[in-house]
């Protein structure tokens, strides 16, 4: 329901663009915005305003350190690095024999 309202006031913008349609299908590489900031970056804060309203003392979101763009939306918003993790995925079929 709130989305269809913020598309007919003009408010969600497609690569630049003010998006008039309710449903888009997205490529890789497309920007939405929403009062100017990346969708992402306007969930984290409505995440971290919820948080602080439940009187939580703080959170901890875990990333890939390879996901760049995901870490410097955190790092905008005030998250540190405590500690880097990576995840290795392998698919079993294109296991190769030593």
Do not use: M
């Not at 890789?28 to 971290?48: H, M, Q, W």
């Amino acid at each position: 329901g709130e989305g269809k309202h913020l598309v007919d006031d003009g408010l969600i913008k497609l690569n630049g663009e003010v998006e008039t349609r309710y449903r888009a299908k997205l490529k890789p590489g497309d920007v939405v915005e929403y009062k100017g900031k990346n969708v992402f970056s306007t969930l984290c804060i409505r995440a971290l305003e919820w948080g602080k309203s439940q009187n939580h003392d703080w959170q901890e979101h875990n990333v890939l350190n390879i996901n760049y763009p995901v870490n410097k939306v955190f790092a905008k918003l005030g998250f540190s690095n405590y500690k880097s993790e990576t995840t290795l995925h392998l698919w079993l079929d294109d296991l190769k024999e030593k």
